[in-house]
């Protein structure tokens, strides 16, 4: 209701005012609307600020690259992406986000080289060594991946998301004890899909440890029912 009031005020705003007023309302609008998940208005707002010449580019930009990429629209997201690279060269939030849309379209090359250069510019490295490894284990660099696993857990050992990918690896090398320790160690961080326990039934299987195998299993078609 607070976001409803405020959404209210701003479109008096709009409506009343010529000047400064007015830009500042369209991107606080713009905000109100992406708060609640109306991403379609929220960009019309962010373009309407742009277009008025709204003094902080590159933050409204990064609102509406957001905003475009959870709607979606990749390739309007990368375009905001590169229009806040040529204002600022060292944002490592643009190369990071950019480097996540190119991988949702499946450019993995282009994908690997920005979460590369993410990580040059120290942005987020966890998350930017998780990404890239990512990336480069979907491109088939499976020892680049390891590593870039190993750095994230450095950076941040409570994201279960890497031990699973870091586990899908040791499965794959037929070291099956650390790749269940990996499965094991995501599941007590809350990263408790289908597709954790369905890997490491698989390798207690392979392990000859059937009765822990069905348990998991077990829970996998509880989750998926």
């Known amino acids: ?5 405020a959404i209210d005020d701003y479109t008096t705003l709009i409506v009343q005012d010529d000047g400064e007023h007015k830009l500042k309302s369209y991107y606080k609008r713009g905000c109100a609307f992406y708060q609640q998940k109306k991403l379609s208005r929220a960009i019309e707002d962010f373009t309407r600020a742009i277009d008025l010449g709204y003094a902080n580019k590159e ?29 600022n060269p060292g944002s490592g939030f643009a190369y990071y986000n950019r480097g996540d849309a190119y991988y949702r379209k499946d450019e993995l090359d282009n994908a690997i080289e920005d979460f590369g250069k993410s990580i040059e510019l120290d942005y987020d490295m966890a998350k930017s060594y998780y990404h890239l490894g990512v990336a480069r284990m979907d491109n088939g660099d499976l020892g680049g991946a390891f590593e870039d696993y190993n750095k994230s857990i450095g950076y941040d050992a409570e994201n279960g998301a890497v031990y699973y990918y870091r586990g899908c690896l040791y499965s794959h090398q037929g070291n099956l004890d650390k790749a269940i320790e990996d499965f094991t160690k995501a599941i007590d961080l809350k990263y408790a899909t289908v597709d954790v326990y369905c890997r490491r039934a698989g390798a207690l299987v392979k392990n000859g440890d059937f ?8 829970k996998a078609i509880r989750i998926r029912s």
């Open 1 to 5: 209701r607070d976001l409803d009031k």
């Open 59 to 87: 933050e409204v930009y990064r609102k509406r690259s957001v905003a475009r990429a959870e709607n979606d629209d990749l390739d309007g997201a990368i375009a905001d992406y590169n229009k806040i690279i040529k204002l």
């Open 211 to 218: 009765g822990d195998a069905i348990w998991d299993y077990t």
